[in-house]
Nanobody, 120 residues
């Protein structure tokens, strides 16, 4: 079993910054992509940003040029630097990791979610 533990959410004013962290632990055979998803009240969970084990990044159009995803493969940790935050960024942010199975294939592991609220 793999556990993902997130930290760094909170309340911030518009234009402010937050940094989210997510550390994976447990029986990890290998991790492919890691990323962040968000879910606002009444909406479906949607992609924010992902990064592969090789460092290739992908962003939702709504966060490009404002958010930066990074990863420490040695620590099995992924980060999300969130700048120029807007009220519409308010959501629960979930960490995701694509975990390799030793016999082939992969499965999704999810964190418990961390609340980000952008409000004056």
């Amino acid at each position: 079993q793999v556990q993902l533990v997130e930290s760094g959410g909170g309340l911030v004013q518009p234009g402010g910054s937050l940094r989210l962290s997510c550390a994976a632990s447990g029986s990890i055979y290998g991790i492919n992509a890691m990323g962040w998803y968000c879910q606002a009240p009444g909406k479906e969970r949607e992609l924010v940003a992902t990064v592969t084990s090789g460092g290739r990044m992908n962003y939702a159009d709504s966060v490009k040029d404002r958010f930066t995803i990074s990863r420490d493969n040695a620590q099995n940790t992924v980060y999300l630097q969130m700048n120029s935050l807007k009220p519409e960024d308010t959501a629960v942010y979930y960490c995701n990791a694509k975990i390799n199975r030793w016999y082939g294939g992969e499965y999704d592991a999810w964190g418990q979610g961390t609340q980000v609220t952008v409000s004056s």
